[in-house]
């Protein structure tokens, strides 16, 4: 059983260009979110996807953000235009929704660290 | 107020020690309360999850709610240098998770 991957692992960048993550859930699991972490503080929730269809999104996903699930597995994250506030650790987190079997328990992935310089 | 507070720490205790640690809430609607443990530059790993008020039980980690005064903790027993981490609580309703800042913890040999 693998866990959920996330690819890249660490991406520098230049202010104003765009990055693109992607995200490899468990594979039975139909929920897919997308949380942003700053040192020093917990995990904030961005999106989320319940098999292709995004359900949620905080008003932290400015308009730069945009996040995809196109067949319900994995998902990508794009950012356009970074900007230095954008540097932050990306973590994909996958889970069972409740009335499949599951309990929606959120199992994470390592996360992309970005860095913008 | 913020939905959910935890103390950040850092906490530094010597090995064998028990570590309590604690988050507060102000969202009667949190129904699921989980920690995750985090090392360093890597993702969240679950410890203890649970969904009703009382105490559970895994090795050497009890998680309890009381969910009429908005309080968690997570204790730690015979605490050893591999716990050293930040611990995150998390809570929520059916969906997505708040968590709190998260609490390094140091188990010194």
């Known amino acids: 059983d693998t866990g959920v991957s996330q690819d890249p692992r660490h991406k520098i960048t230049k202010r104003g260009q765009n990055v693109t993550f992607r995200c490899d859930p468990i594979?039975?699991?139909?929920?897919l979110y997308w949380y942003r972490q700053t040192l020093g503080q917990g995990p904030e929730f961005l999106t989320y996807?319940?098999?292709?269809?995004?359900?949620?999104k905080s008003r932290l996903l400015s308009d730069r953000f945009s996040a995809e699930r196109p067949k319900g597995s994995f998902s990508t994250l794009e950012i356009q235009r970074t900007e230095q506030g954008d540097s932050a650790m990306y973590l994909c987190?996958?889970?069972?929704?409740?009335?499949?079997?599951?309990?929606?328990?959120?199992?994470f992935g390592p996360g992309t660290r970005l860095t913008v310089l | 107020q913020k939905e959910v507070e935890q103390d950040p720490g850092p906490l530094s205790v010597p090995e064998g020690a028990i570590v309590s640690l604690n988050c507060t809430y102000s969202?009667?609607?949190?129904?699921?309360f989980m920690w995750y443990r985090q090392y360093s530059r890597k993702g969240p790993e679950l410890l203890m999850y649970?969904?009703?008020?009382g105490n559970k039980e895994d090795g050497r980690f009890t998680a309890q709610v009381d969910k009429s005064s908005k309080y968690i903790s997570l204790f730690i027993r015979d605490s050893q240098p591999s716990d050293s981490a930040t611990y995150l609580c998390?809570?929520?309703?059916?969906?997505?998770?708040?968590f709190g800042k998260g609490m390094k913890l140091t188990v010194n040999p």
């Open positions: 987190a996958s889970s069972l929704a409740p009335g499949r079997g599951g309990t929606d328990t959120q199992y």
């Open positions: 594979s039975e699991h139909n929920r």
């Open positions: 996807f319940q098999n292709e269809a995004q359900l949620e």
């Open positions: 969202n009667s609607a949190f129904q699921y």
């Open positions: 649970t969904y009703s008020s």
């Open positions: 998390a809570m929520g309703g059916s969906e997505k998770l708040v």
